[in-house]
């Protein structure tokens, strides 16, 4: 079950985004992903937000909504870095919502 995910905002094109996300989910759907990749971030009350690492999981999600297998999404998580915290307003950082299954 995937739920609340969010990421930070930084200087990076739309469609740079875009291809970078691709190319992550093109290496998941062909088992060519390393997993030894990880995500960074803080787990707050609203979810966890990632400030490192969103385009993995937002490949990672996709990848999971296309096949109901979130083993990537497993194992970002097991891997990652995520700094305990009330809220990130704390921080100035503003979050968007990955794609979500409820």
Do not use: C, W
Request: aromatic share 8%.
């Amino acid at each position: 079950m995937l739920r609340d995910f969010s990421f930070t905002s930084k200087a990076l094109n739309a469609k740079d985004g875009d291809a970078i996300v691709k190319g992550y989910l093109n290496e998941m759907r062909n088992n060519k992903f390393d997993p030894r990749h990880a995500v960074g971030g803080y787990r707050t009350r609203e979810g966890l937000v990632l400030d490192e690492g969103n385009h993995k999981m937002n490949a990672a999600i996709q990848y999971a909504i296309e096949t109901k297998d979130n083993k990537y999404v497993t194992q970002l998580l097991s891997n990652s870095r995520l700094t305990n915290t009330e809220t990130i307003s704390n921080y100035g950082l503003k979050a968007y919502k990955l794609p979500t299954l409820k």
